[in-house]
């Protein structure tokens, strides 16, 4: 573990979780001053003279172990809040898209957008995909409902990109969906749209610019 009076020197490499800390602390002025007084206090004790202390009195909240568990009680809370005001709305509509990770495991995305006095939406989830299948799709995001305690049936509608196994007739995720909220429509996601038309645009455009 890193000596807290080591914090500012800027000739140390903190490696990556600190120097990020850090970094964010210069634009958050809560952040900023408990890591001045983590460095008051940790200098304070390696000056003193015979301080012979162990390990664990200064209480500092950096490691990353303290700061994911400050995460995820922030998530829990967040997430609380967001599925109350879902469940107040009449209804709603879900967004889904799918993402490798570093250790090229598929990452599902999940967006409900909802209506209160203002139109919201929020990213509910984040989770792995096992499968890219149609059903193992619409069975992930149900999962993901029970689990918050949303009601399906209340989904009118969904968006996604135009691939096969989201939008296919018959075994897509959107007629999966459509088992368990049934008259919920289809949209297909007009930024993957705009992507396409301006891929075809450029394309031509290369092909033209290529000829004189």
């Known amino acids: 573990e890193e000596s807290g009076f080591t914090l500012l020197d800027d000739n140390v490499d903190h490696r990556n979780f600190l120097e990020i800390l850090l970094l964010v602390s210069k634009f958050d002025p809560l952040l900023e001053a408990h890591l001045e007084d983590v460095v008051r206090k940790s200098k304070s004790r390696h000056d003193s003279v015979g301080n012979r202390k162990g390990r664990g009195d200064l209480v500092r909240f950096l490691s990353k172990t303290t700061v994911n568990k400050v995460i995820d009680a922030i998530s829990t809370s967040l997430t609380k809040m967001m599925v109350e005001e879902i469940r107040g709305a009449a209804m709603f509509s879900v967004q889904i898209d799918t993402t490798q990770d ?111």
């Open 102 to 212: 570093i250790n090229v495991q598929d990452q599902c995305s999940i967006v409900i957008r909802y209506v209160t006095d203002t139109v919201h939406e929020r990213v509910i989830a984040i989770v792995n995909c096992t499968s890219t299948t149609g059903k193992g799709m619409s069975d992930l995001v149900c999962c993901v409902f029970e689990k918050l305690g949303i009601d399906v049936s209340k989904c009118i509608g969904n968006s996604t990109d135009g691939a096969s196994y989201m939008q296919g007739q018959y075994n897509g995720f959107n007629a999966w969906l459509n088992t368990v909220s049934p008259g919920q429509i289809h949209v297909w996601c007009y930024v993957y749209v705009l992507n396409l038309v301006m891929s075809y645009v450029i394309k031509k455009v290369v092909e033209v610019v290529t000829l004189f």
